[in-house]
Nanobody, 122 residues
Framework: VQLQASGGGLVRPGGSLRLSCAASGPIFSINVMGWYRQAPGKQRELVAANTPGGSTNYADSVKGRFTISRDNAKNTVYLEMNSLKPEDTAVYYC?????????????????WGQGTQVTVSS
């Protein structure tokens, strides 16, 4: 299962961006879809995650500014980022886990997207 992320870019402080990540392949089901980020010199951290039932989890640093959503029919997760700050600058990665068809069986997957750069600067 492959994940393709898009939507990063350069934005001024206070601006907005929307990231998208689409999963493709012989997918049977997707469990959690989420976004992580990694700034230079720092560890990768969870930004937001979303379960099939709609439960969400956010890092404290983005609560009230970022919104995660998903379209289960399209196997796509979105991250709406508002009131962006310079400290939000990082490479953003999407992640998804679930099961996929493999012949007569289902197998588990835990896949990462390629990363998309978000830079917040004036």
């Amino acid at each position: 299962v492959q994940l393709q992320a898009s939507g990063g870019g350069l934005v001024r402080p206070g601006g907005s961006l929307r990231l998208s990540c689409a999963a493709s392949g012989p997918i049977f089901s997707i469990n959690v879809m989420g976004w992580y980020r990694q700034a230079p010199g720092k560890q990768r951290e969870l930004v937001a995650a979303n379960t099939p039932g709609g439960s969400t989890n956010y890092a404290d640093s983005v609560k009230g500014r970022f919104t995660i959503s998903r379209d289960n029919a399209k196997n796509t997760v979105y991250l709406e980022m508002n009131s962006l700050k310079p400290e939000d600058t990082a490479v953003y990665y999407c992640n998804a886990d679930g099961r996929y068809y493999s012949g007569s069986y289902y197998r588990s997957f835990d896949s990462w997207g390629q990363g998309t750069q978000v830079t917040v600067s004036s």
